[in-house]
């Protein structure tokens, strides 16, 4: 009964290598996220889509690509890793409307970077 | 731009004695201003939000927050602290409820809890 869960907890790679980090709601919601933690804990937006389509990028190397296959999905594939990716990555759905958008996390993907 | 700030980077508190933790924001518009928790090692859980009506708004886990438009704060309470309780806390907002748009957060409040 998970509602927003991600794949895999932990990510341990090299630098230089591409991995990527999945993510699944089944809330129903319109809307996905990815947020970057860093090591100081501050929260920080990376994307957002809406009905599989992008609204929000804010200014994330372009290394980052995310990918919506449908509405309860949203992949985050990163290319030539480098050691300032290592952070904690949080996937998170809201619905537009109706309760007005809180929005519920997963459970975080730590990455390292070595 | 919106933005919010959590001034205290820890509280710590005893059991059974009242806990603050302090937001304030800055936004254009209305506010709609929210509290999570983060307990270690885990994923960000909510517990109340402001939108709009009274000003005094509850959540869970026995918290409550108050909206003060004059002093632009959102500050989280809760009437007796839990060891419990100890985590990190984030006070966040958001625009108009536009499609997809992000939550803005605060550097986050560590709270510890004595027993």
């Known amino acids: 009964d998970t509602a927003v869960s991600q794949t895999p907890k932990y990510l341990v790679t090299q630098m230089g290598n591409d991995k990527s980090i999945k993510c699944e709601q089944n809330?129903?919601?319109?809307?996905m996220y990815w947020y970057k933690q860093d090591s100081k804990k501050f929260l920080k937006i990376m994307f957002s889509?809406?009905?599989?389509?992008?609204?929000i990028n804010e200014t994330v190397p372009n290394r980052f690509s995310p990918k919506s296959p449908d509405k309860a999905h949203l992949n985050l594939h990163i290319n030539s890793l480098e050691l300032g990716d290592s952070a904690v990555y949080f996937c998170?759905?809201?619905?537009?409307?109706?309760?007005?958008?809180?929005?519920?996390f997963g459970p975080g993907t730590r990455l390292t970077v070595l | 731009a919106q933005s919010v700030a959590q001034p205290e980077d820890q509280v710590n508190v005893a059991e059974g004695n009242p806990l603050t933790v302090k937001c304030t924001y800055s936004?254009?518009?209305?506010?709609?201003l929210f509290w999570y928790v983060q307990y270690p090692n885990r994923g960000l859980q909510f517990l109340l939000k402001?939108?709009?009506?009274?000003?005094l708004v509850k959540g869970s886990y026995g918290f409550e927050a108050e909206f003060n438009k004059s002093q632009t704060s959102f500050h989280l309470k809760k009437p007796s602290a839990l060891v419990s309780d100890s985590a990190l806390y984030f006070c966040?907002?958001?625009?108009?409820?536009?499609?997809?748009?992000?939550?803005?957060f605060g550097k986050g409040t560590t709270l510890s809890v004595s027993s």
């Open positions: 809330l129903g919601h319109d809307t």
């Open positions: 402001y939108i709009t009506g009274d000003n």
């Open positions: 998170a759905s809201s619905q537009t409307g109706g309760a007005l958008g809180e929005q519920f």
């Open positions: 966040a907002v958001r625009g108009p409820n536009q499609a997809g748009t992000a939550l803005i």
């Open positions: 889509y809406n009905n599989k389509e992008l609204i």
């Open positions: 936004v254009s518009g209305n506010p709609y």
